[in-house]
């Protein structure tokens, strides 16, 4: 019986090399195969690997292992690793036995001779071979951290919308038609009709005669093009040679999607070319569905990618996008009739790369737990936090209308202890004095900070709430008795038991309040911190004296004891600008003398409820 397959995504290169190495001790002389997402162009870029192991033994196929790969994801290499007993022919018979009859295409196979030890067999280097399955010739391994690869990266964003028209006699006759509808659209798609559009230029990707073509504008890369969105859509923008922040932001290239209104070539049919009306009759009663099906389609490619290879990419990520709509259409039909369905975008911390679905329109999030707890179970992500809520969805900086500044500490500076960084996990947004045309100042820290905590369990899908006012916050307090009926619109503090009596109120979530005798005694609860950040990666309010901050992480060494607080300052009143706020110190690394010294502080953890 074949060994189970082990889908283990892994985050980097060394993780690859330490699983090769791992499972080339375990399985002995049995050949073991790691199936690597590779995007078509001069580079390849390792964005989630799955072990297999007994690849000669094993019923899964390519498509099985890739099936949650990003649709953008265009071909897929065959790493195969084994002890030096396996030949490189040997490896090229399993590598083929194992992609008989699969869908899958894959760029090329790579055969690490791994010796007895797990090791290279070349005193420690790596030595790899690459081609097909009927020739391999020597390759050379660069290893690039993940963060500057994907640093390196464009999106190519199609969207639009398709339409289908089914007619259907009975219910259980809605399948077919349907799928012969989706079927229809397919061949559209896949057909050298179709062209896509930069938006805002002349510039035009499509086929000629099955082969990619570029029109408009002189582009040779993908740089390019992204340069001519900077521009005026005809002359690229001088590119910006100014060093890189440490914060991340998307850059994106959108386009639309059109059909030609004549033939590319001389075998091209002819039906698209001129609009027609059908007539038909049928002998039976009928129904019809016409449905606009949204489409959202994201391709990462690398900037030094050639721009003759952009047609086809677009190309088979709306199919694939397609074929992921005809199977949800069909399956959401049963449990809740015809349904609009909307493609999603989401990023979850474990992968690289973003994951795409589709959702039935007006189906509450509750009913959809059996797809999502699906997604997890595939994924390997746990099951006790949401990642697909559509809460969840991942939005492009660029488009986010957040009018709060959000994860404020990215890009700051290590604190120098040099211990373990435990920090929150995920979105918050950074509330703060004088916000929302209030006046709150020597008064309102602990509102903010409460706010902050809120925003966190909405940016991560927990709710749908919307963050609190001060007054909303308020009249909570006097409806579970814990202030009286004239504190709401008062001006008076709240503390961290009030705050967790909100949160518990609000959000149905509760919290641990953690008491420290003195600001002085904080310096020693840097292991409470660093388990808390570890298992619920939540921020914490902490209320001490006259003033109420939120920390976000800890550095904290257990070989030394020092430590040091990562601490976003409510008491700021200034604009929205991360520069100031991060030199400044209202987001910073704080020692333990930042504390008051002589006051006692009671800390908020608010705990995450258990969900998808």
């Known amino acids: 019986m074949a060994a189970p397959i082990v889908r283990r995504m892994l985050n980097s290169c060394d993780d690859l090399l330490a699983e090769i190495k791992s499972n080339t001790l375990k399985l002995g002389d049995k050949s073991f195969a790691v199936v690597i997402a590779s995007e078509i162009g001069d580079e390849g870029l390792i964005s989630d690997i799955v072990s297999i192991p007994d690849v000669s033994g094993t019923p899964f196929s390519p498509r099985d292992v890739v099936a949650e790969l990003q649709e953008g994801i265009t071909s897929y290499s065959i790493l195969c690793a084994s002890p030096s007993r396996l030949t490189a022919s040997e490896a090229r018979e399993v590598v083929s036995r194992f992609l008989e009859g699969a869908e899958a295409t894959y760029s090329g196979f790579y055969f690490w001779d791994v010796s007895a030890d797990g090791t290279s067999p070349t005193s420690g280097s790596l030595s790899f071979l690459e081609g097909d399955t009927d020739s391999l010739q020597p390759c050379s391994l660069q290893m690039v951290p993940p963060h500057e690869y994907m640093n390196q990266l464009l999106y190519l964003r199609l969207t639009g919308t398709l339409s289908i028209h089914c007619t259907y006699s009975s219910s259980s006759d809605f399948h077919h038609a349907c799928e012969t509808s989706l079927n229809n659209l397919s061949e559209r798609l896949g057909s050298s009709q179709v ?39 005809e002359t690229p923008a001088k590119k910006n040679k100014s060093k890189e922040t440490g914060v991340r932001n998307e850059k994106v290239i959108d386009l639309g999607l059109l059909f030609k209104t004549g033939p590319s070539s001389k075998d091209e049919t002819e039906r698209y070319i001129v609009p027609t009306v059908q007539y038909e009759t049928y002998q039976e009663k009928t129904q019809s569905a016409s449905m606009d099906l949204p489409l959202s389609v994201v391709v990462p490619l690398p900037a030094s990618c050639k721009v003759s290879l952009v047609p086809e990419c677009l190309q ?51 009913d959809l737990e059996p797809v999502r707890r699906e997604l997890h179970d595939r994924l390997m992500l746990p099951t006790d936090e949401p990642c697909f809520r559509r809460l969840n969805r991942f939005v492009f900086p660029h488009e986010k209308k957040e009018v709060y500044l959000t994860n404020t500490h990215e890009g700051l500076p290590p604190s120098g202890v040099n211990g373990e960084v435990s920090i929150v996990r995920g979105t ?52 579970v008795k814990d202030k009286p009926a004239n504190f709401v619109g008062t001006k008076q503090w709240i503390g961290s038991v009030e705050v967790s009596t909100v949160l518990n109120q609000l959000l149905d979530v509760t919290s641990k309040i953690l008491f420290v005798a003195s600001g002085a005694e904080l310096a020693t609860k840097g292991r ?56 400044k110190g209202w987001c910073a690394w704080q020692g333990p003398d930042f504390w008051d010294q002589e006051a006692y502080y009671n800390l908020c953890l608010p705990q995450r409820p258990v969900m998808i």
């Open 195 to 233: 062209v896509y559009r930069l938006t805002g230029s002349r510039l035009l990707f499509g086929f000629n005669d099955g082969r990619p073509s570029i029109s408009g504008p002189s582009v040779r890369t993908v740089e390019d093009v992204y340069l001519l969105t900077l521009g005026d859509g």
């Open 428 to 479: 918050y947004s950074y509330h703060h004095y004088m916000q929302d045309k209030l006046n709150d100042n020597h008064w309102g820290c602990a509102y903010r900070s409460l706010q902050t905590l809120c925003s966190w369990f909405r940016h991560q899908g927990y709710t749908d709430t919307p963050v609190p006012t001060h007054r909303e916050i308020q009249q909570i307090l006097v409806d």
């Open 528 to 583: 409470e911190l660093e388990h808390h950040f570890k298992t619920q990666g939540t921020p914490v309010m902490s209320g001490g004296g006259a003033r109420a901050h939120t920390i976000l992480g800890v550095d904290f060494s257990s070989r030394t004891g020092d430590i040091k607080f990562l601490v976003l300052d409510p008491h700021y009143m200034g604009e929205e600008d991360i520069k100031i706020i991060q030199e």
């Open 316 to 366: 088979r990520a709306t199919l694939k996008q397609v074929q992921v709509i005809k199977k949800n259409l069909q399956s959401y039909f049963e449990a809740h009739g015809v349904r609009q369905v909307t493609p999603y975008l989401f990023k979850v911390p474990s992968h690289s790369h973003l994951i795409s679905t589709v959702y039935p329109d007006r189906v509450d999030d509750q």
